[in-house]
């Protein structure tokens, strides 16, 4: 089964209480200190960008913002359903193991654990490497990741249930600890006749892998980026055993035979 197709219009429902604001809030620090400020025309692209929640924040903000997700049914809704406030932001339908750009950024993001979904040390490498070949001198690449504390305990074989005025989600989900895979088993019911009360039903999979910090810290510096820092999400401090998220930053660095204007 394919992820974010029916899961995709009833997204950003289940997804209201996400701080976003906070999340960005954040996130703009982070880019700031790494020399990437806001209101200076800097050019910044969005790996695993969804409906546009974040993008759309960043470049409210001050940022150029380029979006690109695998998913075309997120992506329309990022560029119809939110047409005036996506106005002038570029979203490209693209795998991020394969993206392409027309030319360097001065910075890329990736948040709500996009990169868990890299499977793979073979995918995270691959992307890592076309981050590095995408950023300008000295540009920083910043993305979050959940960890395997918060897999096994906070998530762990739970089932959750929630319910919108016009659409209902279950949420079976798994964690296999010799894999370091989380499964995602959803089922969505989605309001498609009021006046008959009829509802579409819709199931997805979706799974992510746990990936530890010295092994990614490992694959970026093997991408041929810098690794600058990592901390507990949302606070400058060390991730610990009980971190639920982690925010990691990169940096390119001098790359042989990579033209620099």
């Known amino acids: ?28 620090m982070l880019l700031k200190e790494n020399g990437v400020a806001d209101k200076s025309g800097k050019l910044v692209c969005e790996l695993g960008c969804g409906t546009g929640s974040v993008t759309r924040r960043l470049k409210d903000r001050g940022y150029d913002m380029i979006g690109i997700d695998i998913s075309e049914e997120m992506l329309e809704i990022a560029r119809y359903d939110y047409f005036e406030e996506s106005e002038g932001i570029l979203y490209l339908l693209q795998d991020m193991r394969e993206f392409e750009l027309y030319g360097t950024v001065d910075a890329f993001v990736s948040v709500c654990d996009s ?20 950023l300008e001198a ?30 209902a989600m279950i949420w079976e989900n798994s964690y296999d600890e010799k ?17 008959e009360e009829i509802y579409q039903r819709f199931e997805e999979q979706h799974k992510q892998k746990s990936w530890p ?11 041929g980026m810098e690794f600058v820092c990592v901390y507990d999400a949302f606070t400058k401090n060390v991730p610990n055993d009980t971190s639920e998220r982690v925010y990691f930053v990169a940096r390119e660095k001098k790359q042989k035979g990579k033209l620099y204007v």
Request: net charge negative.
């Open 1 to 28: 089964m394919q992820e974010y197709t029916g899961f995709a219009a009833e997204y950003d429902k289940f997804m209201d209480n996400v701080p976003y604001d906070e999340w960005v809030k954040y996130i703009c």
């Open 115 to 134: 990169m868990n979904y890299l499977l793979t040390e073979k995918d995270l490498l691959k992307t890592f490497k076309l981050v590095n070949n995408y």
């Open 138 to 167: 000295g540009g920083v690449f910043i993305f979050d990741m959940k960890t395997e504390y918060e897999y096994m305990h906070a998530m762990g074989t739970r089932t959750i249930a929630e319910t919108r005025e016009d659409a």
């Open 179 to 195: 894999l370091g895979i989380n499964t995602y088993d959803i089922t969505i019911f989605s309001l498609v006749d009021d006046e």
């Open 213 to 223: 910090i010295d092994k990614v810290k490992e694959l970026i510096e093997k991408a």
